[in-house]
Structures are given as C-alpha cells and as structure tokens.
C-alpha cells in the first residue's frame, strides 16, 4: 500500500510541474501577442467598448455587393426564363451567375483581388 500511495504522490508532482511549465508557457505567449502591436477595441470614459462606424459601414457595403449580385441574377434569369420558356433553367444559371458575380465584387471590395483593368473600371482612377 506504500508503494500505491507513493507512486500517486509522484504523479501528482508530475502534474504539477507540467501544470507550472504550462502555465510559464502561456504567460510568455500572452506577453508575446501583447507586444505586437495590434490595436486595441476603442472605450469610451465609462469603459464600454464602442464600435467603429467604419468597420460597421465596410460590413453593410460588403453584405450589400453579395445580395445585390445574387437579386441582379435572379432578376436576369428570371427575365430570361419569361422571354424564352427555358422555365427553371434561366433562373438557375443567372442566379448562379449572380452569386459568382456577388462574390467576385465583395473580394474586390475586400481587396483580396485587384480591381479590373477594363476601360471604365476602377483600375482608371488611380
């Protein structure tokens, strides 16, 4: 029974000092990440946070670029399946397209994609 008692004592010093290593671990991490420069959320004097009218104003232009390019397809294909008679297959492909096309812009507008080189395109007001 001595020896059970004891092999538990020396686990339990284990995992303390893993504990302990893991704990100075993450406090250098924290350290590290507060170093980087990242700026912090803005508060006001009472120590609420406050939200940035431009990050709220980018997210409502990119949300409205995706819906209007999926409505803009929607419409077209709609428009297409009237004229022709192709009844769902209008619809499906230019609400496809539409999507593509949502999805194209938010990335431009995001800046993961350069603008487009065609005449008349943002590209010309630089």
Avoid at 26 to 31: C, E, M, P, T
Avoid at 69 to 92: C, E, M, Q, Y
Wanted: aromatic share 6%.
């Amino acid at each position: 029974m001595a020896e059970g008692a004891r092999d538990k004592d020396e686990e339990s010093a284990g995992r303390h000092s893993e504990e302990t290593a893991l704990s100075a671990r993450l406090k250098g991490l924290g350290a590290k990440l507060g170093q980087t420069g990242q700026p912090k959320p803005a508060q006001n004097d009472s120590g609420k946070y406050v939200s940035d009218p431009q990050a709220m104003a980018k997210g409502f232009r990119l949300s409205t670029e995706l819906v209007a390019g999926v409505i803009v397809g929607a419409i077209i294909g709609w428009v297409f399946d009237r004229l022709t008679g192709f009844s769902p297959w209008g619809l499906i492909v230019f609400l496809l397209l539409g999507f593509a096309a949502g999805v194209l812009n938010v990335m431009r507008a995001a800046g993961v994609v350069a603008p487009s080189k065609l005449p008349g395109g943002d590209a010309d007001k630089r």
